[in-house]
């Protein structure tokens, strides 16, 4: 049986990215390695839509979270942690650890936040130091209104935005400079199609100044250290080399398709998704503003979520993800983030509708297959 990888992260790494890999190492001190390096630094500026250094860490997604943390503030500091998934959770976590003093503000999990309530909060308690917040919440398959967020934030030289972009960049449009936002952080095993094990993040002149005043402790995820290091095309610390040579090769994939078409490819399939999903007669679990980077569908009453997980795994070696915390076993979520193309979502959709009939689930065969094929031919 093939094996297929549908999960929002880790995503299929594309052929060409993998031969790359298996290149023999190259020693990071050496100007092959910078010669890369110099490019990868290009590259992911295109990819954050950034002037602004984007710095290469050695970790997954949640070491770039931790160092936005660790680099902007220091004990007591007040930051409004925005709730609305598992990853929002996550935040307040890093927050709480590092001895911040967390401002929860709550939305239903499935629902997009609101931005009036954040502005609405931030005036009421003005020692708020920063907004933590995700721009595609991956666990529920919600985009939260980052541009309308950092239209106030950006006005304010006290307080930074500081988005978890990991399900979000190279997956619709969210540059950096132009709506300014101060941090931006995302992961490799992500839209960026590679294995995990780097994370990115870059910083607006606001959040480095900022930085200046930290007094949080830290020592591998000193961003500052990463900066300089990185300004000489290089990394403090052993990066994981055979990783940016695979980020060099996808940098150049991304820019060879194009931003604007990299977007599009992926809005255009994760709506055809959401409507096969809806021609099915199931429901999405965003209530509004889905995500292009994954398709969450609500389980019906008689499906056990874990079940038909297991059954795509077992019945056709697709790998799903199934729900988080408080909807465990209540949706299963498809990815469309990274290397996948229209055809892809046949075989995704063929497997949901193959798997809910044997399970009794009284579906159409060919209901949603008909929509995807209407839609994305
Ligand atoms: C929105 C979001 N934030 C954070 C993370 C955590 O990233 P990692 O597992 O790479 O540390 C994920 C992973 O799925 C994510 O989707």
Same mark, same amino acid.
């Given at each position: 049986?093939?094996?297929?990888?549908?999960?929002?992260?880790?995503?299929?790494?594309?052929?060409?990215?993998?031969?790359?890999?298996?290149?023999?190492?190259?020693?990071?001190?050496?100007?092959?390695?910078?010669?890369?390096?110099?490019?990868? @630094?290009?590259?992911? *500026?295109?990819?954050?839509?950034?002037?602004?250094?984007?710095?290469?860490?050695?970790? $997954?997604?949640?070491?770039?979270?931790?160092?936005?943390?660790?680099?902007?503030?220091?004990?007591?500091?007040?930051? #409004?942690?925005?709730?609305?998934?598992?990853?929002?959770? @996550?935040?307040?976590?890093?927050?709480?650890?590092?001895?911040?003093?967390?401002?929860?503000?709550?939305?239903?999990?499935?629902?997009?936040?609101?931005?009036?309530?954040?502005?609405? @909060?931030?005036?009421?308690?003005?020692?708020?130091?920063?907004?933590?917040?995700?721009? $595609?919440?991956?666990?529920?398959?919600?985009?939260?209104?980052?541009?309308?967020?950092?239209?106030?934030? $950006? &006005?304010?030289?006290?307080?930074?935005?500081?988005?978890?972009?990991?399900?979000?960049?190279?997956?619709?449009?969210?540059?950096?400079? !132009?709506?300014?936002?101060?941090?931006?952080?995302?992961?490799?095993? *992500?839209?960026?199609? #590679?294995?995990?094990? #780097?994370?990115?993040?870059?910083?607006? !002149? *606001?959040?480095? *100044?900022?930085?200046?005043?930290?007094? %949080?402790?830290?020592?591998?995820?000193?961003?500052?250290?990463?900066?300089?290091?990185? &300004?000489?095309?290089?990394?403090?610390?052993?990066?994981?080399?055979?990783?940016?040579?695979?980020?060099?090769?996808?940098?150049?994939?991304?820019?060879?398709?194009?931003?604007?078409?990299?977007?599009?490819?992926?809005?255009?399939?994760?709506?055809?998704?959401?409507?096969?999903?809806?021609?099915?007669?199931?429901?999405?679990?965003? &209530?509004?503003?889905?995500?292009?980077? %994954?398709?969450?569908?609500?389980?019906?009453?008689?499906?056990?979520? %874990?079940?038909? &997980?297991?059954?795509? #795994?077992?019945?056709?070696?697709?790998?799903?993800?199934?729900?988080?915390?408080?909807?465990?076993?209540?949706?299963? @979520?498809?990815?469309?983030?990274?290397?996948?193309?229209?055809?892809?979502?046949?075989?995704?959709?063929?497997?949901?509708?193959?798997?809910?009939?044997?399970?009794?689930?009284?579906?159409?065969?060919?209901?949603?297959?008909?929509?995807?094929?209407?839609?994305?031919?």
């Amino acid at each position: 049986m093939k094996s297929y990888l549908f999960a929002p992260g880790p995503t299929p790494v594309p052929e060409r990215v993998l031969l790359r890999m298996a290149m023999p190492i190259i020693h990071h001190r050496e100007e092959a390695f910078e010669a890369v390096f110099e490019e990868v @630094r290009e590259g992911l *500026k295109y990819l954050f839509q950034t002037d602004q250094e984007v710095l290469v860490l050695t970790s $997954s997604g949640t070491g770039a979270m931790e160092a936005a943390i660790s680099n902007l503030f220091s004990e007591g500091d007040e930051v #409004l942690v925005v709730r609305a998934g598992k990853f929002g959770q @996550r935040w307040g976590e890093l927050a709480e650890t590092f001895g911040l003093s967390p401002v929860y503000l709550d939305f239903p999990w499935g629902e997009p936040a609101d931005p009036a309530k954040i502005a609405e @909060r931030l005036e009421a308690q003005p020692a708020i130091r920063g907004v933590l917040i995700q721009a $595609s919440e991956t666990s529920t398959g919600v985009m939260h209104p980052i541009r309308e967020i950092a239209k106030f934030t $950006s &006005k304010r030289d006290d307080v930074v935005l500081i988005v978890d972009g990991i399900t979000a960049v190279g997956v619709f449009e969210m540059p950096m400079d !132009e709506w300014g936002i101060d941090v931006v952080i995302t992961g490799s095993q *992500k839209a960026l199609m #590679l294995p995990p094990g #780097l994370a990115f993040i870059s910083l607006s !002149e *606001k959040a480095w *100044k900022m930085a200046e005043s930290s007094s %949080l402790p830290r020592y591998y995820f000193d961003l500052k250290k990463h900066l300089v290091s990185s &300004k000489k095309n290089q990394t403090p610390y052993t990066p994981a080399i055979s990783l940016v040579l695979g980020l060099q090769e996808v940098l150049g994939m991304i820019r060879a398709e194009g931003l604007e078409a990299v977007f599009a490819r992926h809005h255009r399939i994760a709506e055809a998704t959401r409507e096969a999903v809806k021609a099915m007669g199931l429901a999405l679990f965003a &209530k509004s503003s889905p995500s292009d980077a %994954l398709t969450a569908v609500v389980m019906p009453e008689t499906v056990d979520g %874990l079940a038909l &997980k297991k059954a795509f #795994l077992d019945r056709y070696g697709i790998t799903v993800a199934g729900g988080q915390g408080q909807i465990k076993g209540k949706i299963i @979520r498809i990815a469309h983030l990274g290397y996948f193309d229209p055809i892809d979502m046949f075989q995704v959709i063929a497997a949901l509708e193959m798997s809910l009939y044997k399970m009794g689930y009284p579906v159409e065969l060919g209901s949603g297959l008909g929509i995807l094929a209407e839609k994305l031919a």
